[in-house]
């Protein structure tokens, strides 16, 4: 089930008015588009790198016709993609994996369900079976260790290896149970914690495979190329990878960000009852204004 997440607090962040452009670079099931554009007579164009959302966007088109566009790309091609066009109001990045993903056992993405492992989200390239069947002991641990902090990366590395000699691990169980032993096995494994061990493993391959980190830095570098002076700009993280470059992103410019909010918001426990997937999610808005060092400066001086 989709459901967006931190979504009255997107709205009345971005804000959107009538006749403006607003850019949703994830769009996953649509759900903060939608909201977009029942808030204002504004136009949004959306993109995703999976094809599976451009299926759901069509519905979209059928309702809001010339207001609403998709664009099928990977969301670090922004600078190509609008190079030659308006500029926009306002832009919306939700990170991480959207639930239709996960829900869907054939992608591979969750352990809930057996299936053949994938991630991909383009459905494209390298998938999670070749990372866990053919990459080095030494590669996955770098792996499990870089994006996933995970403290048994050497171990787990080491009993995917040995596991994988026997026959091909390739479904999401199979890579699941290994990490489970393994923490069983060196008596890490938290009785009463909600989180399943296996999920940083999940977590790190997913990452790698999809180029997630990347993506984002590149992203956030092009992004005030095909900004409005005074856009409005939302980023949702999900864990700490995301939102240090986010961070060091906005510090690197903090010339022309002016932060929206004072603090992170978070979703309420309300919002987390009725969506656990919410639960690590992170918002941070700015405004985009070229005069907001001279602003500064000028504050600075009791100007």
């Known amino acids: 089930m989709h459901i967006p997440v931190l979504l009255k607090e997107v709205i009345d962040i971005l804000a959107p008015k009538s006749g403006e452009r607003v850019l949703d670079c994830t769009f996953g099931g649509g759900g903060h588009t939608s909201a ?40 670090s091609e922004i600078s190509v993609l609008f190079s030659d066009k308006q500029k926009f109001d306002a832009v919306l990045f939700d990170f991480g994996v959207s639930s239709f993903q996960l829900d869907k056992a054939e992608r591979g ?3 809930l369900n057996d299936a053949p492992l994938d991630m991909r989200m383009s459905k494209n390239g390298i998938s999670a079976y070749d990372v866990v069947n053919t990459f080095s002991e030494e590669d996955l641990a770098d792996i499990l260790w870089t ?45 009463h914690s909600k ?19 990347r993506e984002i830095s590149t992203a956030l570098e092009n992004l005030p190329e095909i900004l409005n002076d005074g856009a409005r700009m939302v980023l949702i993280s999900f864990h700490a990878l995301e ?23 978070r979703p309420t426990s309300k919002e987390i009852s009725a969506n656990p997937r919410s639960r690590s999610a992170i918002l941070r808005g700015f405004l985009y204004n070229t005069a907001g060092d001279r602003r500064k400066k000028s504050e600075d001086k009791g100007e």
């Open 36 to 75: 977009i554009l029942n808030a204002s007579d504004c136009y949004v164009c959306a993109i995703d790198r999976d094809p599976e959302a451009r299926d759901r966007a069509l519905q979209l088109k059928n309702t809001y016709n010339e207001r609403f566009d998709f664009v099928l790309a990977q969301f």
């Open 109 to 111: 993405f969750s352990f």
């Open 147 to 191: 994006y996933g902090d995970e403290i048994l990366s050497r171990k787990i590395a080491s009993a995917i290896v040995d596991a994988r000699k026997l026959h091909p691990i390739g479904t999401t169980l199979q890579l699941a149970n290994i990490v489970r032993e393994t923490a069983r096995f060196k008596h890490v494994t938290k009785k």
């Open 195 to 213: 989180i399943d061990i296996a999920t940083k493993t999940f977590q790190a391959i997913r990452i790698f495979v999809n180029d997630e980190l």
């Open 243 to 265: 939102d240090r470059i986010v961070k060091n992103w906005a510090k690197s410019q903090r010339n022309t960000l002016l932060p929206i909010n004072d603090f992170v918001v």
